[in-house]
């Protein structure tokens, strides 16, 4: 009963943590759909922002559960989010029964069903909704959503998660969110390799890139990375390529994403051959000078000739 | 001057040479549209075929050359390739000046460019033009040619070519056509093992794979293999995974196509990490029971548990 | 103080964790060093075994830390560490300030690094010590231990591990040993399958099994795959290569052993190419009939000739 | 008959083509045996280098041919070999019946194959013959010969051999030569590549270098490159990590051998997949500044840490 009163409730307060990039502009949102803000961050600046745009701000996790019964968490990684759920200051030290906890983050999905256990214990709802897109989709409220959770709590997920992106798509019980945006972005990564060794070896073997990109995009090639992010300089505009491999999606977050698809099989025993080497493969670039360039710069990390 | 006259000339009779599985439907294709066909192939019993269908049958390459000044070949492999054109009665030992040689065969652009000088001494001019599509598209007339040529002779060829055909591409020099083939199927290699090791993983990790297909397909991890030859059986109607990886294409002949891209990688000094680690695995794959079957079927290999 | 004068303490009763294939010979060299042993295990059969032998047995972890200040564990993976040492009846439930714990089991370092802490809080040492060498070094006490923990109670552990073990390496702190461990049978991983391939490349070369591998053994592709464990059959004598793959080091364990590797190398974000995909190679043979057999069976594996 | 009484025939004129850094130690090696030396190169400081220390240069292959019925040729790679051969002034163009042709040069075995077929038609004897061991060893008549060809001819190559070597190993049929060097440098690169990972993964996991190749160097992992040519800096004296990588085996030079072993495999139909990955890896170093290094710097390029 009190799950049902509280998701129907809207426009009450909903609880923020996770301030950054992706979560200023999320719960700005939020915001501008008219949910009161309580919210909280690590680092005071992050705090500062959001209250000059009409959130209120706590100190910690667990003042925000005090406060409000839908908890929106957007976090680095698997430790940041075992720390503000069950930390000394952590949301279950405060939480009231029946609250919902949607976790953005994109972590392990071991440990999203570890938070879920923990949640239940305390009589509140655990949901994992981890996004795609990036700090533009965000602002622009256009993220897509995977969430994983009992099916009876979607619909009030979904009511939160709509003012913040285009597409929110239910996938199973809890974890199961996870598993679809590590699932795609493992898939993103060998076809962005695929697509740079394809387009180097076509260079190289006198092909002009347009009209191997071409060729690839009418035929069985045809990926996301040869059709809408290609790697190579001049072949499409309004692309991280066309522009020095600045913005997008950093090599480093790729790097962190196919260190969860990893993990996940080396647990589930699952064997991913090209998926570990593709994750080996950004690894290394992390620290040849790549990581903050886009994933798509593995064009440019391959393709560079001997002597030069 | 004879080159124009000839390439003008239609109706005039074609030369066919190697009547395998593919060669047979081409042949027959150009016969539909009123070429008179001067054919030949090292089995009696496909020479008989197509002669039962109104072609005239000849005894060597030797032969076809002396009686068609455009001929197209649709080979194994390299070692035919360069028998049928240079060897004791090959094309080239009676091949009449101007002549127009096509050759549809999938090889190494390297052996391309060395038929094409060999016919060059003879005045004649040689282009490639692999194919994509299957026995299916061959039969239908709808297969893409990707050709590699001196530009001023496209015309001529595509003439023949669009008899078999329903894209023809031109693809720039000699070899392009070869070098665009053998790119398109790499990264269709890689798309697919990456497909079927991110399906299998998804499965495990608790996703429905009709879900995980809808999603990756409206996300960044969308190819071709997720979106029209999804390789897990119960996703997709009408594709091999759904026929128990019967038809389509064998992965002997993927292996077979990634050993052409391995070699022309390594002979020009290219990294391709993923479509070297595909040719070893579907190399590995031949040698465990699914050389026949389609090479979608790595989704099998890979999926299958431990203890079953 | 109380430290020293167990440590100094010998012929006290010393507990035993985990009395499977290896712990069993494990525990009755000890017995056979004049100690008295206080056992438990989950399996009641087994209980039973060390009985008959001498041991004392109890029911729990946390009973064997109520009787006995030095205690060994040796347990297949990680979650039964976990348990066996924070349970509800875990050993640190009833641990007494200064008891010496050596883990014996192979798992991940951050376990052995958290159980440490754990102890510590207790007033309890822990030290990590995995062994290579089989059952048969078990129960000849040929064990190598490598450990890891606190400098000073090395002596402690040594006095113990020299009992079961022919060599035993002090390799730093906690967890110091078991990196030691996986770092090992990560070499031992590649070298295995790149001496697999190697040799089978060879031979379908036309090379003799025995020459090459007399060749590599005096060059510098040598490695003990090559000159002590040789995977193919016919080369060398009393290894699993000349008794159809039996007996040895299971393929399940090395993927195991390279699950492990594969984790501390992401969470460290160190670049492991070919452990990645020594990994995937051996996570693959074991869905695939070579679970069982030994590591070496993997030159099986890859030299089955396609169409056989 | 006339090939017995040569190959009985010391010190007669032995002919030498390819005066490079290896070639030329080595002819000087005959020269302090006694043999005359006709020798040539493409380069005339070679020629004039050699003509000093009293060998007798001609001008091109054909000219040795001419001069000398026991030949040996230390080239680059294999179009070399084929140029010097079958070229218009190569060998094949004035080879005396019953000569003995030794190529030591590190090529493609089915290249040796056809020379020997070439040799042959011409009533000469080829031997496929190529070195390890680098310029020290060569200056110092301490190479290893890996030699394929007819048995019967063997003890007439030796004889030369020994001048140069310090080991002759008779491996097979012509070709086997170079499939004994190819395949102990394939073993040797997944050795090097492999310690690299291993040590780099022991040192971020907290273990001293030293202490860890002491420990796989007494376990299972031990290896040439972890015994012998420890890739990490302070590990081991007088090898290429303790002098910045200078000297040595350079990672260009193990690229190609990669190379051939790739061709061979592929060719051969035989999967190689850590050989392959370690090609792929060697072949981004070289476009990575690592060309000229000692292929040992792998350990440099895969340790580098993120954000340095």
């Not at 214990?121 to 655990?126: I, L, N, S, Y």
């Not at 260190?259 to 593709?278: E, H, M, R, V, Y």
């Given at each position: 009963?009190?799950?049902?009163?509280?998701?129907?409730?809207?426009?009450?307060?909903?609880?923020?943590?996770?301030?950054?990039?992706?979560?200023?502009?999320?719960?700005?949102?939020?915001?501008?759909?008219?949910?009161?803000?309580?919210?909280t961050?690590?680092?005071?600046?992050?705090?500062?922002?959001?209250?000059?745009?009409?959130?209120?701000?706590v100190d910690s996790p667990a003042d925000v559960a005090?406060?409000?019964?839908?908890?929106?968490?957007?976090?680095?990684?698997?430790?940041?989010?075992?720390?503000?759920?069950?930390g000394?200051n952590g949301?279950?030290k405060k939480?009231?029964?029946?609250?919902?906890?949607?976790?953005?983050?994109?972590?392990?999905?071991?440990?999203?069903?570890?938070?879920?256990?923990?949640?239940?214990?305390?009589?509140?709802?655990?949901?994992?909704?981890?996004?795609?897109?990036?700090?533009?989709?965000?602002?622009?409220?256009?993220?897509?959503?995977?969430?994983?959770?009992?099916?009876?709590?979607?619909?009030?997920?979904?009511?939160?998660?709509?003012?913040?992106?285009?597409?929110?798509?239910?996938?199973?019980?809890?974890?199961?969110?996870?598993?679809?945006?590590?699932?795609?972005?493992?898939?993103?990564?060998?076809?962005?390799?695929?697509?740079?060794?394809?387009?180097?070896?076509?260079?190289?073997?006198?092909?002009?890139?347009?009209?191997?990109?071409?060729?690839?995009?009418?035929?069985?090639?045809?990926?996301?990375?040869?059709?809408?992010?290609?790697?190579?300089?001049?072949?499409?505009?309004?692309?991280?390529?066309?522009?020095?491999?600045?913005?997008?999606?950093?090599?480093?977050?790729?790097?962190?994403?196919?260190?969860?698809?990893?993990?996940?099989?080396?647990?589930?025993?699952?064997?991913?051959?090209?998926?570990?080497?593709?994750?080996?493969?950004?690894?290394?670039?992390?620290?040849?000078?790549?990581?903050?360039?886009?994933?798509?710069?593995?064009?440019?990390?391959?393709?560079?000739?001997?002597?030069?």
């Amino acid at each position: 009963a009190s799950l049902s009163s509280r998701s129907m409730a809207s426009k009450t307060p909903v609880g923020f943590i996770g301030l950054g990039n992706m979560g200023t502009p999320m719960a700005k949102n939020l915001l501008k759909n008219g949910y009161p803000i309580i919210a909280t961050d690590v680092f005071p600046e992050s705090r500062k922002e959001l209250q000059d745009t009409g959130a209120q701000v706590v100190d910690s996790p667990a003042d925000v559960a005090e406060k409000a019964d839908r908890i929106i968490t957007m976090l680095p990684s698997s430790p940041n989010v075992i720390e503000v759920y069950t930390g000394p200051n952590g949301i279950l030290k405060k939480v009231k029964k029946g609250t919902l906890l949607i976790d953005s983050s994109t972590i392990d999905p071991a440990v999203s069903r570890e938070m879920a256990l923990a949640a239940e214990k305390m009589g509140a709802v655990f949901m994992d909704a981890p996004v795609s897109g990036g700090v533009g989709a965000a602002s622009l409220a256009k993220l897509t959503f995977m969430v994983g959770g009992v099916e009876e709590e979607y619909q009030a997920a979904q009511e939160l998660l709509t003012c913040m992106g285009a597409n929110v798509v239910y996938c199973g019980q809890v974890g199961t969110g996870q598993a679809a945006k590590i699932c795609n972005n493992m898939l993103l990564a060998i076809g962005m390799i695929g697509t740079a060794e394809t387009m180097n070896l076509g260079i190289r073997l006198g092909l002009d890139p347009k009209l191997l990109a071409k060729i690839l995009n009418m035929s069985s090639g045809r990926c996301w990375s040869s059709d809408t992010y290609n790697p190579v300089p001049g072949v499409m505009e309004g692309v991280p390529s066309a522009n020095n491999y600045q913005g997008g999606f950093g090599t480093t977050l790729m790097a962190k994403d196919l260190g969860l698809a990893q993990n996940t099989a080396t647990n589930t025993k699952t064997p991913i051959p090209l998926g570990s080497l593709a994750h080996q493969i950004f690894r290394v670039m992390c620290s040849r000078g790549y990581a903050n360039k886009d994933f798509s710069s593995v064009f440019q990390f391959l393709r560079e000739e001997e002597g030069q």
